[in-house]
């Protein structure tokens, strides 16, 4: 490959120190180098990456206290080894954002208000049976929760298609939870872009517009954006355009659509 096919990339000269600390260091330098073409974060071991209760994030939050000062060839090689396991953990999908995924919010409408009058008890027995519907028809579909946020959660899907038939088998699903006469309604949204990986969580403005377009939707209801509908089969699916959407955060030209299978 020539010098003008690389010239985005950073290049680093280093200079090698023949002393026994000096080789080690520049070790250190060379591996913290390896780790920007390795799957994965390469800044895995800031306290963003590893802040979860993960095994492989509390480990990296030990060893990424190791020789803080100076660069070490053990916390380069640890921080890199749990790079990669953490990529692989997650399905390898990439970690710089470049690579396009639907990302999925999900809540309860209502739950609140509910579980204030219902109790502790009852609300969580509530959740429970919600999880055991809808976990499995995400992950069926290909999906991968992200991380559960209360009375809903966020999940990732490598195609929109795969995404709004999970969702809707979820919707379906948790028809049959029953816990003191209250049956769940599920509202959710999606949204097609690049987010960026940070850890095993995603950040970025993709990220947003998806829980934005999710706030807007009503109990038992599907809104995406216009970056999932322009990549959904009009034959399986009826999509109904939002005349209004209006949401700090959001692009103001953002489209949003309905959509339930036909």
């Known amino acids: 490959m020539s010098a003008g096919d690389r010239e985005d990339d950073e290049v680093e000269i280093v200079e090698i120190d023949p002393s026994p600390a000096g080789r080690l260091e520049t070790l250190a330098k060379l591996a ?23 095994a ?44 396009e995924m639907t990302i999925v919010f999900t809540d309860l409408v209502r739950f609140s208000d509910w579980a204030l009058e219902a109790g502790d008890t009852a609300a969580t027995e509530l959740l429970r049976q919600v999880d055991r519907q809808v976990t499995p028809a995400l992950t069926d579909r290909g999906g991968r929760v992200v991380k559960r946020l209360g009375d809903g959660l966020m999940a990732t899907f490598l195609e929109p298609e795969a995404a709004v038939d999970a969702v809707l088998d979820a919707q379906e699903a948790i028809a049959a939870v ?10 959710a949204g999606a949204h097609h872009g690049q987010p960026r990986r940070v850890g095993r969580d995603y950040l970025g403005v993709d990220v947003n517009i998806a829980a934005r377009v999710a706030q ?45 299978r036909r």
């Open 32 to 54: 913290r180098g390896a780790r920007r073409i390795l799957p994965g974060d390469s800044d895995f071991g800031d306290p963003m990456s590893t802040g979860g209760d993960q």
């Open 56 to 99: 492989s994030q509390v480990l990296g939050r030990r060893i990424a206290e190791i020789s803080t000062d100076r660069p070490s060839i053990l916390r380069e090689l640890g921080l890199g080894t749990l790079q990669v396991y953490e990529a692989l953990a997650s399905g390898g999908w990439d970690e710089r954002g470049e690579t």
């Open 178 to 187: 029953d816990v003191l006469g209250e049956r769940p309604l599920m509202r």
């Open 216 to 260: 807007a939707a009503k109990g038992d209801e599907l809104l995406v954006s216009g970056s999932v509908r322009d990549r959904l089969d009009e034959d399986r699916f009826k999509i109904k355009r939002k005349l209004r959407f209006r949401a700090k955060g959001a692009p103001k030209d953002l489209e949003v659509y309905s959509v339930a």
